[in-house]
């Protein structure tokens, strides 16, 4: 049995990681040989919208008889978590929509990852929700599925999500911070951060790519 745990995440940790990005997240994994979360694949689709927050896990499967809870999750996130609902990669129905968008936004939730698709692509963009997701599919969800469980662990394209996990996305992607290494990550991370922006200093001021590169001792 799943023993569910739910830490929460100190905000200046949290506000430290709003300082970083994506791509240098995923090169301090690299960097640890950190073999839990990672990297996945939705993509960001509302334009210079970031997510940095601890996961609320969702997990949809196909709609049983009479059920009929699709998106009334919404009514238990906690401000400032994110949506992580798994939908098995289905791109047939949406799990998010602009009236999700709206009360989500309304409740301080900090964004939704979605393994699977969402609609209303118009509406959500004029929001400004950080939506985060596989694609865009005019069809709703709510007749193909139904919720199965919240705060459980989840997996999205191979890795493993808890709801206590730190989930950050941006334009280049989504990388999920396990909760045991979220500190170890932060400091590799800014880190990483400061030798790579020495690297680009130097890049800047005219050295060559491989004296710059020799010179960030990475
Ligand atoms: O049915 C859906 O996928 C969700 C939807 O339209 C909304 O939230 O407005
Ligand atoms: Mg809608």
Not at 158 to 166: A, K, Q, T, W
Request: glycine share 8%.
């Amino acid at each position: 049995m799943e023993v569910i745990r739910i830490n929460t995440i100190n905000t200046d940790i949290i506000k430290a990681y709003k300082k970083l990005d994506s791509c240098t997240l995923s090169d301090a994994f690299d960097k640890l040989e950190i073999n839990q979360g990672g990297y996945i694949l939705p993509k960001q689709r509302v334009k210079n919208t970031t997510i940095c927050g601890q996961a609320f896990t969702v997990r949809y499967l196909p709609k049983q008889e009479n059920e009929s809870n699709f998106g009334t999750f919404l009514d238990d996130i906690p401000e400032d978590r994110v949506a992580v609902v798994d939908n098995d990669g289905r791109v047939d129905g949406s799990v998010w929509g602009d009236t999700m968008a709206l009360f989500a936004q309304k409740k301080g939730v900090a964004g939704a990852v979605l393994n699977g698709v969402y609609r209303d692509v118009g509406p959500i963009d004029k929001l400004g929700f950080p939506v985060f997701a596989k694609g865009a599919c005019s069809r709703s969800g709510k007749n193909l599925v139904s919720v199965d469980a919240t705060n459980v662990p989840i997996q999205i394209d191979g890795v493993r999500i808890d709801p206590d996990d730190l989930v950050f996305g941006d334009e280049s992607g989504v990388m999920v911070i396990p909760y045991d290494h979220i500190e170890s990550v932060l400091n590799e991370a800014k880190r990483l951060k400061t030798t790579d922006d020495s690297f680009i200093n130097n890049l800047e001021s005219g050295m060559s790519y491989q004296d710059a590169k020799q010179n960030k001792n990475h």
